[in-house]
Each structure stands twice: as structure tokens, then as C-alpha cells.
């Protein structure tokens, strides 16, 4: 099993452009989760989904930010435009319900 | 509102100097704490999930305890290998969500 993928691993992008973070989950794992960590607020949920399904989204920081799941094995996080106070590493995580499997992240940097 | 709080922030031992780092939390309807291991530039690896006050699981120098208030997550006899950030979470209510704790950044020195 190769765990929960990310990609890419780092990100480096210029203010105002399109970021599309990816995330291929454990198979048979009927969650998956978005946080995103920062040394200031630690990790945050962002959103999370069950069955494809969003759940719960009220960590969303605002309209720029969006995450899709079409299916099983892979969801998107996307934030347009993006914005320098963006920058941070944004982790996936799958589970069957205890004990989440993250991903190795992906490091944004909004310059 | 959910809260986790752990200490403290970064803790410095000495190669086989034991000591525990303390995760207390607000919750209601507490279903399980969760303590997470994370290495620099990698995601957190679960560690250990507790369900209910008074219960303890061990794995190799490390063992976690949960009372109706906190967690504690003990180092006996700590490795260099040890080092890492520590991360607490809890499960409460109706939510599948994990409320995560800052983390307490332990490093052992040989």
C-alpha cells in the first residue's frame, strides 16, 4: 500500500494565480480530510469528506479556497486566487474512521 | 468550543532522561484522544488512540494515559530517534473531524 498520495510536493506560486493541490487516497478509506498547518495555528481542518461526499467545509478559510472529491481514489483542494497568508503546507488524510493515514503534504509558498 | 491545548511547546532531553508531555482538552462528548508522531518535512504517523479515562496502551519507550481532563504521553528512557513533534487530537460529539493540538516539539540529545 503507497499510503495517502500528494502531489506535488512543493509549490511555489505568484500572487493572484490558480493553485490545484491533488490527493490520491488509501483505497477503502471512506473519508478524506484537508488541514492545513502553519507554526502560528498548527493544523487546521479545513474539509472533510465521507463517501465523496463534503461533510463538513466551515473550516474553509473563504470563497477562494474549493475541494472536490469525484470519485473513491481522488480529491482536489483549490485556491483561486491565492494569496501570500496562504502559504503553508496543506496535509491530506484518509481513514476508515479512527486513525487517519496523512499524506507527506504539500508545501505552498504564495510569493 | 472544542479545545486542545498541550505542553509544553518544546522540551530538551538528555539521551535516556525521562520525562511525559502533557495534552489537556475542552470537549463535549469526548469519543477518543489521539496522539501523533510528526518528523520534519513529513506527515503525522498515528501513534495511539484512547477511548475512555483510566486506560493506557504502550508502545516500545512510550506510553499514553487519558484522564477525564488530559493525556499524557510518557518517555522512559529517551533516543535520539525520539525527537520529533508530538501531536494531540480529539474526537468529540457527532464529528468524524480531528481538533488538533500546537504540538510539543521534543528533542534528545546523546
Known amino acids: 500500500d503507497a499510503g495517502v498520495i500528494q502531489s506535488p510536493r512543493h509549490e511555489v506560486t505568484e500572487m493572484g494565480q490558480e493553485v490545484t493541490l491533488r490527493c490520491k487516497p488509501i483505497?477503502?478509506?471512506?473519508?478524506l480530510f484537508w488541514y492545513r498547518q502553519t507554526m502560528m495555528r498548527g493544523l487546521e481542518l479545513l474539509i472533510y469528506?465521507?463517501?465523496?461526499?463534503?461533510?463538513?467545509d466551515s473550516g474553509m478559510p473563504e470563497d477562494r479556497f474549493s475541494a472536490k472529491m469525484p470519485n473513491a481514489s481522488f480529491s482536489t483542494l483549490k485556491i483561486q486566487p491565492s494569496e501570500p497568508r496562504d502559504s503553508a503546507v496543506y496535509f491530506c488524510?484518509?481513514?476508515?474512521?479512527?486513525?487517519?493515514?496523512f499524506g507527506s503534504g504539500t508545501r505552498l509558498t504564495v510569493v | 468550543e472544542d479545545q486542545v491545548t498541550q505542553s509544553p511547546e518544546a522540551l530538551r532531553l538528555q539521551e535516556g532522561e525521562s520525562s511525559s508531555l502533557n495534552c489537556s482538552y475542552t470537549?463535549?462528548?469526548?469519543?477518543?484522544l489521539f496522539w501523533y508522531r510528526q518528523d520534519p518535512g513529513k506527515g503525522p504517523e498515528f501513534l495511539f488512540t484512547?477511548?475512555?479515562a483510566g486506560e493506557e496502551k504502550e508502545k516500545e519507550r512510550l506510553k499514553a494515559t487519558l484522564t477525564k481532563k488530559e493525556s499524557f504521553l510518557h518517555i522512559t528512557a529517551p533516543k535520539p530517534e525520539d525527537s520529533a513533534t508530538y501531536l494531540c487530537?480529539?474526537?468529540?460529539?457527532?464529528?468524524?473531524?480531528?481538533?488538533f493540538g500546537t504540538g510539543t516539539r521534543l528533542q534528545v540529545f546523546p
Open positions: 488524510a484518509s481513514s476508515e474512521r479512527w486513525g487517519y493515514t
Open positions: 483505497s477503502g478509506h471512506d473519508y
Open positions: 469528506f465521507n463517501n465523496n461526499v463534503p461533510i463538513d
Open positions: 470537549v463535549s462528548g469526548l469519543r477518543g
Open positions: 484512547l477511548y475512555s
Open positions: 487530537a480529539v474526537q468529540a460529539g457527532s464529528t468524524d473531524k480531528l481538533i
